[in-house]
């Protein structure tokens, strides 16, 4: 994921006048919080995190047998 960012960011500065990239920095660094969607998404995934942080273990748990059958099964080894 990071590296992706790198690329866009190396990319736009192909593309773009240093002044038009820097207005895009600004934009998304300074006013970005502005917009209530970015929030609300910023808020969930919070949310998300705390969750699976809590019953990492309980999921973990959960998901070991169905990724042992998946392993097992006969469209994974097709792959």
Do not use: W
Not at 8 to 36: A, D, P
Request: aromatic content about 12%; glycine content about 4%; overall charge positive.
């Amino acid at each position: 994921m990071i590296d992706d960012q790198y690329d866009y960011y190396l990319y736009s500065l192909r593309k773009f006048t240093l002044t038009s990239f820097e207005g895009l920095m600004k934009v998304t660094n300074n006013q970005l919080h502005r917009y209530k969607h970015v929030v609300k998404t910023a808020i969930g995934v919070c949310k998300i995190g705390l969750r699976l942080s809590k019953t990492k273990d309980e999921e973990l748990a959960k998901f070991t047998p169905l990724k042992e059958e998946y392993l097992k099964s006969e469209e994974y080894l097709a792959l």
